[in-house]
């Protein structure tokens, strides 16, 4: 069972719209992220969180919105998205910001996002 | 210019194979590096860090030429259950929050 537990797995949304991303993780963590993953692309960070305070925007859309309520918690608000938005959307957590001891990221599971 | 290339792969190899993957990264201040495995429809793991002098974990064994901006996995044994993307990820700084990712290196392991 992974200690990074994302909903829903699998979303379709119309241009119109708005739904949301729900990333919990059971692990203790102060530092939570939202990864985009398209096909044939790497991995692309979106948002990072450092005990509740965002601390990095790596330019993404305000069609996302990113919402931590506390450690623990993490949304990515979709609205008027766009087919090119379709991915797999990851969360993640490490224990700080600057990694704790292994410089590991635990991901969940991803939600799959289907624009049309 | 992308900060962290891989072998485009996909490497097909039969059981008890060795099989070695490339990476190389472009910003020379990167400091830390780490091979992660992502097995299809799943979420990416950490497989294993990647030090200065080399570092060995079982039938893995990764290497780092800081001189070169290059990092390399190598699989011992290929096992079946070896069969999985394997990501090179580079950070610059202390924060994992500027972790770079390669675009993945796919490897099957045939019977």
Known sequence: ETGVTQTPRHLVMGMTNKKSLKCEQHLGHN???WYKQS?????ELMFVYNFKEQTENNSVPSRFSPECPNSSHLFLHLHTLQPEDSALYLCASSPTRSGGASGELFFGEGSRLTVL | RKEVEQDPGPFNVPEGATVAFNCTYSNSA????FWYRQDCRKEPKLLMSVY???NEDGRFTAQLNRASQYISLLIRDSKLSDSATYLCVVSRGSTLGRLYFGRGTQLTVWP
Not at chain 2, 30 to 33: G, H, I, L, P
């Open chain 1, 31 to 33: 530092a939570m992220y």
């Open chain 2, 30 to 33: 990167s400091q830390s590096f």
């Open chain 2, 52 to 54: 200065s002098s080399g």
């Open chain 1, 39 to 43: 096909a044939k692309k790497p991995l």
